[in-house]
């Protein structure tokens, strides 16, 4: 860190649009950057003043053939605990995993987002699960049914019962979660079990997206619309005609661009800027956001008639602390998915990893679990991952234990708790109403076939969710 208390960054690339771009986004974060056009002029500088006080080093790696890694080891070989990140066009699993045997930190892909640079900038200086490789992860196929979606949890069963009939009808749906608990698959889960399958689903960040450049992104332009308007741009919407449109983030769009959003829904055409004629487009919406947004609403910062527009039917989705039962099983299946990659392999894992993992809080939710697994299987020799491939979840757990003790966590069975934090047994009407929520779940909403599990009749059974209060769409 420098004199004045900024961190300090070196950009290995000699392309001056990408230095200002990543100085840029760096500065809100209270970072400087330096330059080095080349891995030599790079070495040269680890020499100087500033090379001593470097907190980070960004690679631009531009060029599809060539291969980053021999730089890559020069780099760590001379400073073995600087964090080392790898920036490319082409996000290969192949290229990320030499880079990582070679000492790589993380790895971003192009085009930067702001928000991915800064997460992994902050992540990789502050030891924090150093290397989530979070933008090469994300390219694993996420595409799952409904069937397939792993977790038993009441409440999570719960909220892909609510998304597999919400699937089947036109209507808006709005997910809300954290960020990394999955709103994204289970998006393409609603997808993939609509009349609309055939169809694409296309997905738009909009809090990636400038405020300047979300109607043009989202609805189009015509040629010479606007000052750098060269040639006309077919928008988001209109490519996902006939099919779904994924906003994710929508909370974090503009007030202005959402009365545009507002119309689309309301009217069902889109105007691209400069167009002098509408265009209908039947269009199927799916928003997501890690806000609450009814939150938003009253504090002046969403549309309260967009916010109902999206919000026709809610999915809420819990985060993975509150469903810890549920680690073995995806951290099998994710492990699964990972071997498919190119340069990995099938690994088993441990009871004490296991174990390791399911005391963790997972601040980061799935996809952090799935990041942490990425790097362990990359690094692995053995046949199966052990508490030891996890140093640095390791290390954060011992932090947390550290920690003045708080309540004991609560006993499950099954996926339905049993015991409250002191220690006590929940009401068995409690236990009672979980277990229902979790057959229905289980079953997709066929209360019949619930009924006929619980060995109860229908009759009891409806009775039941009224006493309770559960409603028969969870």
């Keep these: 860190m420098t004199r004045n208390g900024q961190r300090l960054l070196m950009l290995i690339d000699d392309e ?26 790079a070495i040269a ?38 964090p080392l990140l790898l920036l490319t066009a082409n996000g290969s ?62 409440d999570f069963r719960a909220a892909l019962a609510i998304a597999a009939k919400a699937a089947r009808a036109r209507v808006s749906v709005l997910l ?17 079990a609509s009349p609309r399958a055939k169809k694409p689903m296309i997905a738009v960040n909009c809090g990636a ?114 469903r810890t039962g549920d680690i073995p099983a995806l951290a099998r299946h994710l492990l699964a998915r990972i071997a498919t990659q190119p340069g990995l392999r099938p690994l088993g894992v441990t009871d004490d990893a296991l174990a390791l993992l399911g005391k963790y809080d997972w601040p980061g939710n799935v996809r952090q679990l799935q990041n942490a697994l990425f790097r362990a299987a990359v690094l692995c020799d053995g046949a199966a991952l052990t508490a030891e491939d996890f140093p640095q979840i390791a290390a954060l757990g011992a932090q947390k234990h550290s920690l003045p003790a708080g309540p004991a966590p609560m006993a499950t069975s099954g996926g339905v708790t049993l015991f409250r934090a002191d220690g006590n047994l929940r009401a068995l009407e409690e236990i009672e109403a979980d277990v229902i929520r979790l057959a229905i779940g289980h079953y997709r909403g066929r209360m019949t076939e619930v009924a006929r599990r619980l060995g109860i009749g229908r009759s009891t059974l409806y009775r039941k969710l009224g006493e309770l209060g559960i409603d028969n769409a969870a």
């Excluded at 680890?46 to 001593?52: I, V």
């Design 176 to 192: 809300e979660g954290e960020s990394g608990v999955g709103k994204e698959v289970i998006a393409a889960a609603i997808h993939a």
């Design 16 to 41: 001056p649009a990408q230095r200002r771009l990543v100085a840029a986004i760096a500065a809100r974060r209270g970072w400087r950057a330096i330059f080095a056009n080349d891995g030599e002029m």
């Design 209 to 322: 997206i400038p405020a300047n450049l979300v109607e043009s992104e989202l609805f189009g332009h015509e040629k010479g619309a606007f000052t750098g308007a060269f040639e006309r741009k077919i928008g988001r919407f209109q490519e996902a005609d006939g099919g779904t449109i994924f906003l994710d983030e929508v909370g974090e769009m503009p007030l202005e661009a959402q009365v545009k959003l507002l119309r689309v829904l309301q009217n069902g055409d889109i105007q691209p800027i400069g167009a002098r004629h509408s265009r209908e487009v039947d269009i199927r919406v799916i928003a997501a956001t890690n806000k609450k947004l009814i939150e938003e609403v009253e504090a002046g910062r969403f549309r309260e008639d967009l916010y109902y527009r999206l919000n026709v039917v809610q999915v809420t989705i819990p985060p993975l602390r509150e």
């Design 93 to 154: 699993v192949a290229q990320a995993v030499n880079a990582m045997r070679a000492g790589a930190t993380d790895f971003l892909t192009k085009p930067l987002a702001a928000d991915r640079l800064l997460g992994a900038l902050d992540a990789a200086v502050a030891g924090k699960t150093a290397g989530e490789l979070r933008p090469l992860t994300e390219k694993i196929p996420q595409l799952l049914a409904f069937d397939e979606i792993v977790g038993s949890a009441p």
């Design 45 to 82: 500088i680890l020499g100087t003043q500033d090379g001593m006080q470097l907190d980070a080093i960004l690679l631009d790696h531009w060029a599809p053939d060539s291969d980053p890694t021999a730089l890559i080891e020069e780099l760590r070989s001379r400073r073995p605990a600087l």
